[in-house]
T-cell receptor, first 115, second 113 residues
């Protein structure tokens, strides 16, 4: 069964460093998302991406964040200068089509720890 | 804006007890509704879903019915097992725009043998 994969599973970085979180969505999916979950809190939407551009972003997704689909398979989230409060689990998701009955498939997540 | 409200946890039950986790939502239009489960140290797994009013989603003994009149999607299971111990998230997929998901705060379930 196809699945969304994410690497690395755990990333530890120093405050102020750049990190890139990688995701490989399901191959025929067209819509891609990033969510984050601060430890013990709810899952929050960050950004959605379609046709090589951002279609919606949340207030959390400020200028320190960027997303990219550098090739036909990867989808990345970059945090330019990490802060302590960026420590969270980051989930990538993809869906086949952006109609409401289409389900988003989630990856296993990358745990980011900023020291 | 759209939102999802879940009952506070943790919920502690004995094995074979009946489970209800309440979820209500506020949304424009007709969102799809989901329950996800997160086991310790793991990602989000879809448990069940419903896409229109009166639909019942079911999986692994869990059920939830999309109630438009009460804007609710309560999760139920007749007899819980220790292996059901996890955090359960109710979520909706917005009915327009980018159809992003809005999640509830999660309810931690602990089942004792």
């Amino acid at each position: 069964e196809p699945e969304v994969t994410q690497t690395p599973s755990h990333q530890v970085t120093q405050m102020g460093q750049e990190v890139i979180l990688r995701c490989v969505p399901i191959s025929n999916h067209l819509y891609f998302y990033w969510y984050r979950q601060i430890l013990g809190q709810k899952v929050e939407f960050l950004v959605s991406f379609y046709n090589n551009e951002i279609s919606e972003k949340s207030e959390i997704f400020d200028d320190q964040f960027s997303v990219e689909r550098p090739d036909g398979s990867n989808f990345t989230l970059k945090i330019r200068s990490t802060k302590l409060e960026d420590s969270a689990m980051y989930f990538c998701a993809s869906s086949l089509g952006q109609v409401r009955i289409n389900e988003q498939f989630f990856g296993p997540g990358t745990r980011l720890t900023v020291l | 804006g759209n939102s999802v409200t879940q009952m506070e946890g943790p919920v502690t039950l004995s094995e074979e007890a009946f489970l209800t986790i309440n979820c209500t939502y506020t949304a424009t239009g007709y969102p799809s509704l989901f329950w996800y489960v997160q086991y310790p140290g793991e990602g989000l797994q879809l448990l069940l879903k419903a896409t229109k009013a009166d639909d019942k989603g079911s999986n692994k003994g869990f059920e939830a019915t999309y109630r438009k009149e009460t804007t609710s999607f309560h999760l139920e299971k007749g007899s819980v097992q220790v292996s059901d111990s996890a955090v359960y998230f109710c979520a909706l997929s917005e009915a327009s725009g980018t159809y992003k998901y809005i999640f509830g705060t999660g309810t931690r379930l602990k089942v004792l043998a």
